[in-house]
């Protein structure tokens, strides 16, 4: 059984359970660890303690007691405070119980009969959100979502000169490529165009170019008559012709076939179309934005994409960037998505903690605004109340976040210098090195520190250098901090859960920190 936590005599936890031996019995597991216990014997009982003034920091409660269960206790309490962390027991591990549970914002559930130590470690975790939930700041929302009706969000200077560029081409009929990596935006940056453009009031169409199998794709664009090929049962209006006097957005123009590519230059150069398996020439008049994440110059040279039609669509160029690039945008980006959230009803959450925040702007974001709203959405359904805390987020982003050691370079992520710093290893001798860190700028320093580290670990092949570092840098700041964890996980850039994880994975390894504290 674990140790017993400094300072858990602060906190108060309810039990609520129609059987007085298992509220005796897990009173005393729970007591013996120095948490205040209270108890219900009903799920009536147990909201009326809730009511009656301070909430507890926990609540253990069964499902199937007399009166009203455990699931409908549990909905009501979290009505009066949704910020209370309740953890469900049940002797029925289906999985119904499991999903009612979780559907319901219950922290976690526990079976019956109890694993003390499972017991511990989940009272343990619970009372860490509940902290975590109380330190996050109120934080009134920053972003207008009336302001961003495109979906565009973002302040920055990168940003700026896309806005600026999108001013310049919006009220012409010039071409325009737009350029980024995948999950940028490229087409909200086109739909943008649109929407500001003389052509708003006509139709507007995107095609993912990628999308459509090589064969289909004149068809899809240009139409085609009846009989013109196997299964043309009758005549298509393509695309072009749907657009006329209207936009069309070529998305992911880059993997287009080169036959293909020549006819989209003759749409450019002579507004003309011919339906497949057709002879007639039809006039269209249709603005022409296209989009990709290739590198269409390399691709020119390499024969793979016509020289001409990149002159072509190459009128105006909008780069955007990615998101690694704007990180100062991500907690307006990410305020903008959760209003979204809430407004279409798909998440209760409003903000994230300043943790959670500062984890997601340490990522590197190799998915840009696609994978950061994807992240959102699952932060923000899993997240018990309206605070977004560092264990909602996804996995992902958590390993990221600890094992950045190996994968980031300290002097471009945030927060990066306290825990890029090289910790003494049996055999690893810097001490010839001695001048590194004072005679050199702090980045050179830096450097020939990573240089003399990596040196080290090819040549010992197969040892865990990296692991070894992560652990002693995990002892140096509980050290540091006379064994308090939240100033530890502070100057590590991790959560105390993150790091609380990390000891007990660490703890024969690690050493005993008799002295550490939570708070």
């Not at 003390?116 to 009272?123: D, N, T």
């Not at 993912?208 to 013109?228: D, R, T, V």
Request: net charge negative.
């Amino acid at each position: 059984m674990s140790e017993p936590v400094i300072n858990n005599s602060q906190f108060t936890i309810l039990i609520v359970d129609d059987d007085d031996e298992i509220r005796y019995s897990l009173g005393r597991v729970l007591g013996s660890q120095g948490y205040r216990i209270d108890t219900a014997s009903s799920g009536e009982e147990g909201i009326e303690k809730v009511k009656a003034g301070s909430a507890p920091d926990l609540i253990f409660m069964d499902i199937r007691m007399g009166g009203i269960n455990g699931l409908e206790t549990l909905q009501h309490m979290r009505s009066i405070d949704s910020n209370l962390q309740i953890i469900l027991m049940t002797a029925f591990g289906t999985a119904q119980t499991a999903i009612e549970a979780m559907k319901y914002g219950a922290y976690d559930y526990a079976m019956k009969p109890f694993d003390p130590e499972r017991v511990l470690a989940l009272a343990s975790s619970a009372i860490n959100a509940a902290l975590d939930l109380r330190a996050a700041p109120k934080k009134e929302q920053k972003v207008n979502s009336e302001d961003y009706k495109e979906g565009i969000v973002g302040s920055s200077p990168a940003m700026q000169e896309v806005f600026k560029v999108i001013g310049q081409v919006a009220a012409s009929d010039a071409t325009v490529l737009v350029t980024g990596e995948s999950g940028t935006g490229k087409e909200l940056i086109a739909n943008c165009i649109y929407q500001h453009s003389l052509r708003s009031d006509g139709p507007f169409t995107a095609v993912n170019c990628a999308a459509i199998p090589e064969n289909l794709i004149e068809s899809e664009l240009f139409g085609h008559e009846k009989g013109s090929f196997t299964g043309a049962t009758s005549q298509r209006i393509g695309k072009f012709e749907q657009c006329d006097r209207g936009t069309i957005f070529l998305d992911e123009i880059g993997d287009m076939a080169l036959a293909t590519q020549t006819k989209i230059l003759r749409v450019l150069q002579d507004g003309e179309i011919q339906r497949v398996g057709g002879s007639e020439t039809i006039r269209v008049d249709v603005r022409v934005l296209a989009a990709t994440n290739k590198d269409l110059e390399s691709m020119v040279r390499s024969k793979e994409f016509r020289e001409d039609l990149y002159y072509r669509l190459n009128v105006f160029r909008i780069r955007v960037p990615s998101l690694s690039q704007r990180k100062d945008d991500i907690p307006d980006i990410v305020d903008f998505m959760l209003q979204k959230l809430a407004r279409e009803g798909k998440a209760k959450a409003t903000r994230l903690s300043d943790d959670a925040m500062a984890i997601l702007i340490r990522y590197p974001w190799p998915g840009n605004v696609r994978e950061l709203g994807n992240f959102v959405y699952h932060s923000a359904v899993v997240a018990q109340g309206e605070i977004i805390l560092a264990k909602d987020l996804p996995d992902t982003v958590l390993e990221k976040n600890l094992t950045g050691l190996a994968s980031t370079d300290p002097a471009k992520e945030p927060g990066g210098e306290e825990l890029f710093q090289v910790a003494e290893s049996p055999g690893l001798n810097f001490a010839s090195e001695s001048s590194i860190a004072t005679d050199a700028e702090p980045a050179e320093a830096m450097d020939r520190l990573f240089d003399l580290l990596y040196k080290e670990v090819k040549e010992r092949q197969g040892e865990r250098i990296l692991s070894y570092i992560e652990k002693n840098m995990i002892k140096r700041a509980i050290s540091d901090t006379g064994g308090n964890q939240a100033k530890a996980a502070e100057i590590l850039g991790i959560t105390r859960n993150t790091l609380k994880k990390r000891l007990d994975e660490y703890a024969a390894e690690v050493g005993d920190f008799d002295n550490q504290t939570e708070v």
